[in-house]
C-alpha cells in the first residue's frame, strides 16, 4: 500500500521568493509520482509527473519537482514565485502505474505580492 | 482540451433523502473516479471504474453507490444522505496511454451540504 505525506500545511512568501513543497512517500516498488494544483474553488489540474528518467521533472509554469529514491522525496519547487501561484498543492503517488492514486493532504502557498 | 463536468455545481440535501450527483467526460478515457475533499484530509477514494457497466470500490466506498451506463457518463449516488457525507466531491478521468499516460482531469467539483 501506498502512501504519502505532505508536512506543511501552509507556506507563506513573498512574490519573487523561491519556495519548495514537500512531498515524502512510502512504497517499495516502482511509483508514479505527479504533482496538482488546485485554485481556489477549482477542480484540480495537473502540473507534473515522474515514472522513470532523470529525476528532475519540467511542469507547467516554471515548477519543477526532484523524484528521490533515497530519501523517498518528490519535492516541488519554484524558482520565483507569482502571487497567482497561491492555491493548494496536492502530491499524488501510485504504486506501479496502477489505477489508484493516493493523495496528500495538501499545502495551501500564499504568495504576498 | 479534455473536459470533465458535473452536475449539479451545489447541492443542499436533507438527512435521509436520496442524491445523485453526475459527471461527464470528453476525453475518451476508460478510467474514472470519485473523490471527496474535506479539510485536512485531502481527497479521498470512494469509487472508480475502467468500463462501462462497472464499478470498483475505492478506500471509502461506505454509504456510496456508483453507476458507469456508457464510457462517457459516471454517477455517484447517496441513497440515504447523512450529515457526514457533507463535502466536496470530485469526478477525474484518468489518461492511459501516450505522453499524458497517468494524468487525472478534474471536473470543478460538486459541493453537497446535507443539513
Known amino acids: 500500500t501506498q502512501t504519502v505525506s505532505q508536512s506543511d500545511a501552509h507556506v507563506t512568501v513573498f512574490e519573487g521568493d523561491s519556495v519548495e513543497l514537500r512531498c515524502n512517500y512510502s512504497?517499495?516498488?516502482?511509483?508514479?509520482l505527479s504533482w496538482y494544483i488546485q485554485h481556489h474553488g477549482r477542480g484540480l489540474q495537473f502540473l507534473l509527473k515522474y515514472y522513470s528518467g532523470n529525476p528532475v521533472v519540467q511542469g507547467v509554469n516554471g515548477f519543477e519537482a526532484e523524484f528521490s529514491k533515497s530519501d523517498s522525496s518528490f519535492h516541488l519547487r519554484k524558482a520565483s514565485v507569482h502571487w497567482s501561484d497561491s492555491a493548494v498543492y496536492f502530491c499524488a503517488v501510485s504504486a506501479n502505474m496502477g489505477y489508484k492514486l493516493t493523495f496528500g493532504t495538501g499545502t495551501s502557498l500564499l504568495v504576498d505580492p | 482540451e479534455a473536459a470533465v463536468t458535473q452536475s449539479p455545481r451545489s447541492k443542499v440535501a436533507v438527512t435521509g433523502g436520496k442524491v445523485t450527483l453526475s459527471c461527464h467526460q470528453t476525453n475518451n478515457h476508460d478510467y474514472m473516479y470519485w473523490y471527496r475533499q474535506d479539510t485536512g484530509h485531502g481527497l479521498r477514494l470512494i469509487h472508480y471504474s475502467y468500463v462501462a457497466d462497472s464499478t470498483e470500490k475505492g478506500d471509502i466506498p461506505d454509504g456510496y453507490k456508483a453507476s458507469r451506463p456508457s464510457q462517457e457518463n459516471f454517477s455517484l449516488i447517496l441513497e440515504l444522505a447523512s450529515l457526514s457525507q457533507t463535502a466536496v466531491y470530485f469526478c477525474?478521468?484518468?489518461?492511459?496511454?501516450?505522453?499524458?499516460?497517468?494524468?487525472?482531469?478534474f471536473g470543478e467539483g460538486s459541493k453537497l451540504t446535507v443539513l
Open positions: 477525474a478521468s484518468r489518461d492511459w496511454g501516450g505522453a499524458n499516460t497517468g494524468q487525472l482531469y
Open positions: 512504497y517499495g516498488g516502482s511509483i508514479y
